[in-house]
């Protein structure tokens, strides 16, 4: 898979204990715009996805944390790699946190159903919208300058950023089909 672009503000101590935690994530169109879950405590839009457990590829993930945040069900077959991001910071758990996050372009099935929330996803407020691009860059940006926690802020320009990516490379109109 291509490395979209890194994010690394290199505001750790080199040489010291890393934690790495990959994760996947989608990219979904839904009647003309973007599935993302909005995050209402905190002002701004990720794509549904998240860590890759042990024993699961990236793709079992993405199926598996995309049904739990934003209840909905992939298509396997239209599931197509868009690229990465390689993320490092000053870590939480360990001295230095690694993060590489798998992006896919993927179609869902009709329907949505009800997500299964983790606590902390549940006190962020997820929830799923339907957005188109330009809106969620604006949120994004607007919530990068506001948010103090670092995770938070890296998260929302990393996300920003797959979104101008999509728009730049025209890729929101080439989303694989459903198959009927």
């Not at 909905?72 to 000053?90: N, T």
């Amino acid at each position: 898979m291509k490395l979209l672009f890194t994010i690394d503000k290199k505001d750790y101590a080199e040489g010291g204990n890393v934690y790495s935690r990959p994760s996947s994530r989608a990219i979904i169109k839904m009647q003309g715009k973007i599935a993302m879950c909005y995050l209402t405590e905190r002002g701004y839009y990720k794509f549904p996805g998240g860590g890759i457990e042990e024993g699961e590829t990236s793709v079992q993930a993405l199926i598996r944390e995309v049904k739990e945040e934003a209840g909905l069900a992939l298509i396997p077959s239209s599931i197509k790699e868009f690229g990465y991001v390689h993320r490092v910071q000053k870590g939480r758990i360990a001295d230095i946190f690694v993060q590489d996050s798998y992006y896919y372009l993927a179609s869902a099935e009709e329907g949505i159903s009800a997500p299964s929330l983790e606590q902390y996803e549940e006190e962020l407020g997820f929830v799923l919208e339907l957005v188109t691009p330009e809106a969620a860059i604006r949120d994004n940006l607007e919530a990068e300058a506001k948010l103090s926690d670092p995770f938070e802020k890296e998260e929302a320009e990393r996300e920003r950023r797959v979104l101008e990516l999509l728009k730049e490379e025209r890729k929101i109109n080439r989303f694989p089909r459903k198959r009927q």
